[in-house]
């Protein structure tokens, strides 16, 4: 059986490190490459042997080994956002002298304040710009590698203020992983990167952290199929925010909800959660007091269009179109899965051409960004269409 990794051992190339940071086996990214270049009509492809090779860095005799095939190359530099000369290059070990001891850190800890804090946040702010535009095939790495510092200087911190504050950035790049991990098809690794953003966000204090990180969870839930439990979660959530929390997160949360309750086969109910987020929403797009979430009236009409075109409504066709010519364009992952139901939506009408329209155009944008779970949701599709 392909391993993950050979505990206690460093990755020996960067490509074998990028590799175990998606959480895959070998087997598992060579059965993803290569069916990502039969979509996109790549000839490049990877067998598992050939794989073992490139990860390793050098040939059975202890040569460097050689570049691959061009176009085995450009498949791996689309999939990792990488030159295939990095992907090549070995992984800086760093020496037993270089690695911080426990007064360093305990040092470097007691120095995090406002300045530090207010840094740190813009750097989650730039790292989520670029997953909303390029996508997770890019930005996961950045993240999960802002989350080991993070969580290192929360580890040695001392000051309740400054912990409290690092524990709910932490949560929310933990958030950011695990939707990032779920794009790309990494269930598993998804469920644990939202459950350490629970525990951050226990850390931090606040109910309104932990409420958010619950909701996210729920997601995982969804596309395993346990929708009812998503539900249950997901009003567990909505309970714990309550009134205190900013009007943004509790529309979020309702929205959420409203989409669990629709693929738990309660489309009604679901519209009425809807019709709830929309009560809650405040005018401003953005809170103060986080955690972030990416919610205005063009974001919650596409939601509700997801439920009007899950359920076969006419009016779907009409919201998704309006949301469509409103949404940001920066925003790559949400125009994928708006025309992935704009697509949904035609089919039920019986109209089979505007839905392969908007299906080859979500195709390329899910290509693009590495999208695991829409690219799934279009094949899926797409076979309906040939029916």
């Known amino acids: ?11 020996r190339t960067v490509l074998e490190q990028k590799i175990w940071e998606r959480n895959e086996t070998l087997l598992d990214f060579v059965e993803y490459s290569n069916r990502l270049a039969r979509e996109i009509g790549e000839p490049g492809t990877l067998s598992e042997r050939n ?45 037993a002298d270089s690695q911080p001891d426990l007064r360093q850190m305990l040092s470097a800890s007691q120095r995090v304040d406002a300045a530090v804090l207010a840094l740190l946040r813009a750097q989650l702010d730039a790292m989520r710009q670029l997953d909303r535009r ?57 469920w644990q990167h939202y459950e350490h953003a629970k525990s951050a966000a226990k850390e931090s204090g606040s109910p309104a952290f932990e409420a958010h990180a619950e909701a996210e969870q729920a997601f995982v839930l969804i596309d395993l199929g346990e929708t009812a439990t998503a539900v249950d979660l997901l009003l567990k959530a909505d309970r714990r925010a309550d009134k205190s929390a900013a009007r943004l997160l509790r529309a979020w949360l309702a929205a959420a909800l409203g989409e669990a309750l629709a693929a738990n086969g309660q489309p009604s109910a679901g519209l009425r959660s809807f019709d709830r987020a929309e009560s809650l929403l405040p005018p401003e797009s953005s809170s103060p007091e986080g955690p972030y979430v990416a919610l205005d009236p063009i974001h919650l009409a596409r939601w509700r269009g997801n439920v009007l075109a899950r359920i076969g409504e006419p009016e779907a066709i009409d919201v998704l179109t309006s949301a469509l010519s409103g949404l940001d364009p920066t925003f790559t992952r949400a125009e994928t899965a708006l025309r992935v139901d704009l697509a949904t939506a035609f089919s039920a009408m019986g109209k089979q051409e505007q839905a392969r329209m908007q299906l080859t155009r979500a195709r390329s944008l899910a290509l693009g960004i590495g999208s695991t779970r829409h690219q799934r949701r279009i094949k899926r599709l797409a076979g309906l269409l040939r029916q």
């Not at 176009?71 to 070995?90: H, M, V």
């Not at 200087?153 to 524990?167: D, I, K, N, V, Y």
């Open 1 to 11: 059986m392909s391993q993950r990794r050979n505990s206690g051992q460093p990755p």
């Open 51 to 95: 794989l073992k090779r490139l990860v390793s860095g050098q040939k059975p005799n202890g040569q460097p080994i050689g570049r691959p095939r061009p176009a085995t190359a450009r498949l791996l530099e689309q999939i990792l956002g990488i030159s295939i000369d990095e992907l090549l290059s070995p992984v800086a070990q760093p020496s």
């Open 134 to 190: 390029l996508g997770a095939v890019v930005a996961h790495g950045e993240v999960t590698t802002k989350i080991g510092q993070v969580r290192r200087l929360l580890s040695h911190s001392l000051t309740p203020g400054s912990r409290e504050q690092l524990a709910a950035l932490l949560s929310e790049m933990c958030t950011l992983a695990g939707w990032q991990a779920l794009d790309l098809g990494n269930v598993a690794e998804s």
